[in-house]
Each structure stands twice: as structure tokens, then as C-alpha cells.
């Protein structure tokens, strides 16, 4: 649905996805290579962004890891056995 913000609606395989419209500002000169070269700023930044996205969630999921080992490092061995046996009902 249009929005001031410029979000788009595209139709693909049946299915609905939304867009929406991002901007930034950068230095003319930057702006004219980027013509002269015939970049296409869209899918670069599409690609940086996805890139950027995927990497703070792996940093967020390895700071969790951290989190947990240190909390499971407390729990003894036995204990962990212990509780592997009555979960399968053993005891």
C-alpha cells in the first residue's frame, strides 16, 4: 500500500512482498561516479544491508552462546547426566 514513505507492493510467485524506500545523502562528486560507473546504488545497498543484517545477528547469536556457556559451565557433569536420565526415563 502506498505510503508517504514510498512503500511498494510487488506480487511474486502468488505471494505479496513489501518494500519500503530508504534514502541517504552523499557527496556529489560520489554521486556523479557512481552514474559515470553505472552502479546500481539499489542492489549495492540492498546487498550491503542484507550483508550488515546477517552479521549483527551472528554477533547477537555468539554473544548469547557466551552467555549460556557460562551459565552451563556452573552445572557439574553428574548433574547433567542425571537429568539426560530421567528425561529419557532411565532412573
Do not use: C, Q, W
Not at 552479521?55 to 551459565?71: A, F, Y
Request: aromatic share 2%; proline share 4%; charged share 40%.
Amino acid at each position: 500500500m502506498p505510503t508517504p514513505l514510498g512503500n511498494t507492493l510487488l506480487v511474486l510467485h502468488g505471494g505479496i512482498m513489501e518494500y519500503a524506500v530508504i534514502s541517504a545523502k552523499i557527496p556529489k562528486d560520489l554521486k556523479e561516479e557512481i552514474d559515470r560507473l553505472g552502479i546500481k546504488v539499489s542492489e549495492v545497498v540492498r546487498k550491503a544491508l542484507m550483508e550488515e543484517v546477517r552479521r549483527r545477528k551472528l554477533e547477537m547469536i555468539k554473544k548469547h552462546r557466551m552467555r549460556l556457556r557460562e551459565v552451563l559451565d556452573k552445572i557439574p557433569d553428574n548433574r547433567v547426566i542425571e537429568i539426560i536420565r530421567e528425561f529419557r526415563g532411565e532412573l
